[in-house]
């Protein structure tokens, strides 16, 4: 069978192939208005209040399971936590830099009367200074930033009351004192809590069991291992009205799939699908979840029986339109709310049952850019630098395309775990500034590599212990194949740009591929993992003394002697999550190696610029290619 047609139920996904045997068109989207106005950088910055996106429908469930268009906010926390007289420790405050899926570090019991809450004792990290210029005469902000290789946090779990008197603390002994404690999950009748402890080094995982009144350990229900890395990011998910619990985790058969298990260390595989899936919801009858085997860039609302004896029921599909759906599901499980879109569909809201049945047809939106000119957008796979594995891309054509011009193309890139920047959502999931250089007469080039999500693990692990070498090999992969197809695209005006992981890779495709990119930015960017926190870096790079070959392959410092044309790095000083000696030093490097590049900082601003700085960033990014491009 052709691997880009698929026949599923009532909706059929074709790709349209073009004479290029590296690259597959799968959809496109039309050029008009070509005498239209034109966006601005204001308006894709957000500083004007032209909406540029497909409106969305407010619509939520209420207690009652009925249709609502206003959400009622959550209450106050009326709960005091614990407070510690030591420094460095604190209680119910973010853990492990929101790793692991976390969000949420005071949990409630299934009655509401007791927390499971955090304990974090960061006194040994290092602190970072973040300069400050806001004072008379500027000052060091200090934060705990735990680099890779260094001392990092250590934490509890306790039990308390609701005036934040402890109860109890889990007797969690596994490993190292500084292991991972990962998605607390209280059983349905409160009397036990179960947590997925992590390693330091992440190669180890144990789904334990506690007693919630003196915490003592129970039992450990199952245990994984994977010599790249161990990343458990749900909770469990219990089954209604039973003991029995739904487990996700892509350890087991190469892909994030759903698992049946109970406490006694019984697990069973529920989805079977050769694609990463999502937990939604159950009902006790069936599990709900989205999945990716329709096609990596769909993501599809399915439902399966949770206890099926004889193995003959096949998963159900209940989202039947081509495209990528965002559900929202009620308590009950009777119903759902379906937003999807396409590339060529902004966007429609609707309402199914839980057999996939139209309930009611919400609303469509209409194209917000029909008064813009619009430029063709083509989304399609091309193959990986293995020559084996299919990445999917985005593709923006000049504004009045003529192929027997000479145009100048632009690569976007991010490259990094946990993206997806390429889907079949509208405009295959753009960003409007690629629009607005599209407009400006550039080719815009977008795609996922190996190393993204939502393609199974071995696509994901494909970066271990080697961060920006596979994804450079992939994404330059489809920049040749992109120039083979067009001859129009001028070989001596290419530019890159990207951030934060974007950024590193953009100083890596820059300095590994030094002639051939004119024009470089980067924001944000990583220039040595052995300056990043250990929660995210130790996972895909282990440590500086574990794995000392790929810290010095990977580093940028000594690749700064390599730089040729332009290059422009912006970055925010107060900047926490990449800290500012990444970028200070590449300068410096650039120095030592008598390399000239250009550097804006934004001194008021962390990671992500926001209002005024945003804009001047947009701006600045924008201008530098139209001059140097």
């Not at 909406?51 to 106050?76: H, Q, V």
């Not at 860039?297 to 206890?307: D, M, P, S, V, W």
């Not at 740009?497 to 820059?510: Q, R």
């Not at 993992?529 to 996972?539: A, L, T």
Request: with cysteine.
């Amino acid at each position: 069978m052709n691997k880009f047609a698929y026949s599923f139920l009532i909706a059929t996904f074709v790709a349209i192939p073009f004479a290029s045997k590296a690259q597959t068109i799968i959809d496109t989207h039309p050029a008009g208005n070509p005498r239209a106005r034109l966006l601005t950088v204001e308006e894709i910055a957000g500083a004007k209040s032209s909406a540029m996106y497909p409106s969305s429908t407010r619509l939520f469930w209420d207690a009652n399971g009925e249709l609502t268009k206003t959400i009622k906010r959550a209450p106050a926390p009326d709960y005091t936590l614990p407070v510690s007289d030591k420094e460095g420790i604190v209680y119910g405050q973010t853990v492990s830099r929101n790793e692991f899926g976390g969000n949420r570090w005071v949990i409630p019991s299934p009655d509401g009367s007791r927390l499971a809450v955090y304990r974090k004792d960061e006194s040994g990290v290092s602190q970072y200074p973040i300069y400050d210029i806001r004072s008379r005469t500027g000052e060091a902000r200090m934060i705990r930033y735990p680099m890779a290789g260094m001392t990092s946090e250590k934490l509890s779990l306790c039990i308390c009351n609701k005036s934040g008197k402890i109860l109890s603390e889990l007797k969690i002994t596994d490993y190292d004192d500084e292991r991972y404690i990962t998605n607390p999950t209280w059983s349905p009748d409160g009397k036990y809590i179960f947590v997925q402890v992590v390693d330091r080094v992440q190669h180890r995982m144990r789904l334990n069991m506690y007693r919630t009144d003196n915490g003592d350990f129970v039992r450990t229900i199952l245990s994984e291992r994977n010599n790249s890395w161990i990343e458990p990011l749900d909770p469990l998910y219990f089954v209604k009205d039973s003991y029995e619990f739904i487990y996700r985790t892509d350890n087991r058969d190469g892909f994030r799939s759903l698992y049946l298990c109970d406490t006694l260390g019984k697990v069973k595989r529920l989805t079977e699908c050769s694609a990463d899936v999502a937990y939604v919801a159950n009902d006790g009858k069936y599990v709900y979840y989205t999945s990716a085997e329709v096609s990596p860039i769909e993501n599809h609302l399915f439902r399966l029986k949770i206890h099926d004896s004889f193995g003959r029921l096949k998963p159900q599909r209940l989202t039947p339109e081509t495209g990528w759906h965002q559900i929202n599901m009620s308590a009950d499980c009777s119903k759902f709310i379906d937003r999807y879109s396409s590339l060529n569909v902004p966007g429609v809201t609707q309402v199914r049952s839980s057999e996939g049945k139209l309930i009611e047809h919400i609303a469509s939106a209409t194209d917000p850019l029909d008064v813009y000119a619009q430029c063709q957008v083509e989304i399609g796979t091309v193959k990986s630098a293995d020559a084996v594995t299919d990445n999917y891309y985005r593709l923006f054509y000049p504004r009045n395309y003529d192929p027997s011009k000479k145009y100048p193309l632009i690569v976007y890139v991010y490259g990094g775990p946990h993206s997806q920047l390429v889907t079949n959502s509208w405009l295959g999931n753009v960003r409007m500034w690629e629009m607005l250089m599209a407009q400006k007469g550039y080719f815009v080039y977008v795609q996922d590599n190996r190393g993204t999500q939502n393609r199974g693990a071995a696509f994901e692990k494909a970066i271990n212990r080697e961060c920006g070498k596979a994804e450079s090999e992939d994404q330059m992969a489809g920049i040749e194949s992109l120039l083979e197809r067009f001859p129009c695209i001028d070989r001596n005006r290419i530019g890159v740009h990207g951030w934060s992981y974007g950024g590193f890779m953009t100083l890596t495709l820059a300095c590994d591929h030094p002639g051939f990119f004119k024009v470089a930015v980067a924001g944000g960017p990583v220039i040595d993992w052995k300056w990043y926190e250990v929660m995210y870096g130790e996972r895909y790079m282990d440590n500086p003394d574990t794995n000392p070959e790929g810290f010095e392959s990977t580093s940028l410092i000594a690749k700064a002697s390599n730089l040729t044309g332009r290059v422009l790095i912006c970055q925010g000083v107060e900047d926490d999550t990449v800290v500012w000696q990444h970028s200070l030093s590449f300068v410096q490097a650039a120095i030592e190696a008598g390399k000239a590049l250009d550097y804006f900082p934004y001194p008021l601003d962390k990671h992500n610029m926001t209002g005024k700085a945003r804009l001047h960033l947009y701006e600045k990014i924008t201008d530098y290619f139209e001059t140097y491009l």
